[in-house]
Structures are given as C-alpha cells and as structure tokens.
C-alpha cells in the first residue's frame, strides 16, 4: 500500500539528515516530529522547536525526558516565525498545519504568519536540505491558509529549490496532504 | 534530489509486479515504457502494449528484438480502449497521455477515449496492482484531457481504490506530474 503523507514527509527527511545536523520542528503540537528528529540527529545534532502554546512545550519536554533525547532539543516557547532570528543551517525544517491534537481547535496557524515563517525557513535551510509542511486543512482557516501556502510555493524560483506535492486526492474530509520543498545542492 | 516523475512511476511499479505476472502498456508511444515491463516480468511473464501508430509498434518490436524481449510481449496495433476486451488479470498499467516524442504532435490521446481506457484498465488491474498515469498536457487538447482524468480520479472509490498524486509544482512549461492509482488488496 501507498505509506501516509506522514510516513513519506519523514522518509524524505531521513534521506537527507545526517546525525549532528540541526534541524527545525517549526509547529512543536505533541512533539512527534521533535522527537522523530531528536532521534534522527543524535546526541550530536540539535533540534529547535517552536510553539505558542505552552501546553505543547510541557508535553514534549515530558516526552523527551522521558525518552532521554532532550540534551539536543531547544524548546521555544514562540510564533515559528522567529526562526527569522535563528543564526543556523538548518538541514531539515517540518511544519504541521492546522491545530494542536487534542488541544483548542480555534487555535490555528494563520496563513499570514504561516508564509512569513515558511519564508524566514527556506532562508536558513542549507543547499540540499528539505522542508515538509503537512497540511491539515479541515479547520474554518484551513482553506485560506492551503491556498496561500500553495500559491507561495508556485512561485519558488525552480533554480533554487523542488517543491513536490505529494496528495491521495480521492480522499473525503479534506485529508491532509504534503508540500516538500528541497533547496537544490549548489 | 527528488527523482522525476518518470523514475517514481517505475519504483511504484517495481515494488509491486512480480516476475511471471501479466502487465500492461496502454500507450506504447516509443516502446520506453514497454521495455521496462519486459524486463521487470521475465520470461515468465507477459507485456501487452497498445499503440494506434505503425511507427510506434515497429519502432518498438525492433527494440525489443534486438533486447531479447520481443518473446513475451504482445504488440497491439489497436486504441488502448480495446483494454476492455483483454480477459486478464494485470499487475502493472501504465499509461503516458500526449503524443508520441519525435512524432506527429497533433496525433494525440484524447479526454474520451483515455478516461473509457483509464476504466477498462481498472477493471482488469488484480487487487494490489498499480496503474500509473503519466500527464503530459503541454499540447493543444492537453488541459481538457488532463482536467477530466483528474475529475475522473476524485471519484473512485477510496474502498476499492487510493489515488496519488504527485507533482512537482514550480515547474515552468506545464511539466508532466503523475497519477497512480492503487487497488487495494482484498
């Protein structure tokens, strides 16, 4: 059978990570993908991960302790456009959108902030290095927010970067699909 | 790098088809595709391969002659919608929409006769095969044929079928993308 969208977002990450790279979770939720990339890092490599919901920090940090990855994760407590501010080459950057699991469904990532920090992302994503933005879309913003990201990636120059949209597209429910943007090696 | 689009359809294709089973190339075209299925099924196994051109089937028995391929191939002067009268159970379809490289541009597949050929083919694929269906659009009827296999697509039924759809989407020139359609396994 056909892997999920997740399981394809994280085979392509893993083919392009290596251990003592840093990497971004710019959409922290649960913590599955810090943890999946802590993991794939290794006591080395360094993992910075955002969120604004300080719900989410508690239960990663729980997470990691609990799994013994945290000495090589950073957790922000902050909108995943400050990674404007982060001074790093990143090897690998993953966005959830849409909201938190299990948490307040009215609190979603905005296409605004969202492009903002899709941009400041591609700016420090190293030559080779990918991106995946997962797109939940089945929230009152979703639609918006799946267009805009959509149409910004439409117009990324195809010298410096690949975006693939990988989609099962006889699904119901609006069923999340995958944006992988690769900067080209140089 | 990603791989194109051409090399994803023969990897879906690979993991699936096992030597000695019976396969299909709906659009022989160059005899590209043919000879990958030849090789990929063995002597055991069986390719039938649908062109509407002489130049096509000629071009491509010679290829296959001078492989040592041509023993289990069956070369088919006909429209891939004479799918439908095909009494087997295949592992493999593939299909490549536009017109033949090097050949007439205006000889082309056309919306009508690919979708009734697109439902033929399902009907005969076995549970757990695959049909992959390469979109070139970039020719005068490309967009109406493109538009009504996708909307065709939607429709399956995600019971009996899971569609991809996989495109690199910041490519100039109407880049081909891809569609395979899986039948899940019973």
Redesign the interface.
């Known amino acids: ?2 892997p999920n969208v997740l399981e394809v977002a994280r085979k392509l990450i893993r083919e392009r990570v290596q251990q003592g790279e840093t990497v971004i979770d710019a959409t922290m939720g649960n913590g599955n993908d810090t943890l999946f990339l802590a993991q794939l890092v290794q006591e080395t490599g360094k993992v910075i991960a955002f969120d604004i919901q300080p719900q989410a920090i508690a239960k990663t940090k729980d997470r990691l302790e609990r799994e013994g990855l945290a000495d090589r994760v950073e957790l922000k407590l902050a909108s995943h456009e400050e990674i404007e501010s982060l001074n790093v080459q990143a090897a690998a950057i993953m966005f959830n959108l849409g909201y938190l699991p299990g948490g307040d469904k009215e609190i979603t990532t905005q296409a605004s902030s969202t492009i903002r920090a899709i941009e400041s992302g591609l700016r420090v994503l190293r030559p080779g290095g990918i991106m995946t933005v997962m797109i939940y879309w089945g929230h009152a913003a979703g639609e918006v927010e799946k267009e805009a990201v ?1 149409a910004f ?6 010298l410096e ?12 429910n609006q069923a999340p699909f995958l ?2 943007i ?1 900067r ?2 140089q």
């Open positions: 059978m056909f959509e990636c439409h117009e990324l120059s195809q970067f690949l975006v693939l949209k990988y989609q099962y597209i006889n699904q119901q944006l992988a690769e080209r090696a």
